[in-house]
Nanobody, 115 residues
Framework: QVRLVEYGGGLVQAGGSLRLSCAASGSILSFNRMDWYRQAPGKQREVVAGITSGGSTNYADSVQGRFTISRDNAKNTVFLQMDSLKPEDTAVYYC?????????WGQGTQVTVSS
């Protein structure tokens, strides 16, 4: 069983920054990769960024150059630094891992960007 807890969301003006954190219940070194997803009202959940156990990263085109994913293995935590936020970044952000073919999700954290 894997427990993921996200925090760090909030309300920010366009152009501002937020840093999301995802704390895992166990060692994140056991996960091949960890991802951040988001879901805006009325839209499908989409992947935002991912990071492998080796530290390789990838990003959705819509956030490339503005968001940075990183990990702290000692704290079993993955971060998502979000800069130059836009109103279209407004969504609930979720942490996600797959372990032994089972998908695990956190409860989500709301990010709202005002124009």
């Amino acid at each position: 069983q894997v427990r993921l807890v996200e925090y760090g969301g909030g309300l920010v003006q366009a152009g501002g920054s937020l840093r999301l954190s995802c704390a895992a219940s166990g060692s994140i070194l056991s996960f091949n990769r960890m991802d951040w997803y988001r879901q805006a009202p009325g839209k499908q959940r989409e992947v935002v960024a991912g990071i492998t156990s080796g530290g390789s990263t990838n990003y959705a085109d819509s956030v490339q150059g503005r968001f940075t994913i990183s990990r702290d293995n000692a704290k079993n935590t993955v971060f998502l630094q979000m800069d130059s936020l836009k109103p279209e970044d407004t969504a609930v952000y979720y942490c996600h891992v797959i372990k032994i073919s089972v998908n695990y999700w956190g409860q989500g954290t709301q990010v709202t960007v005002s124009s």
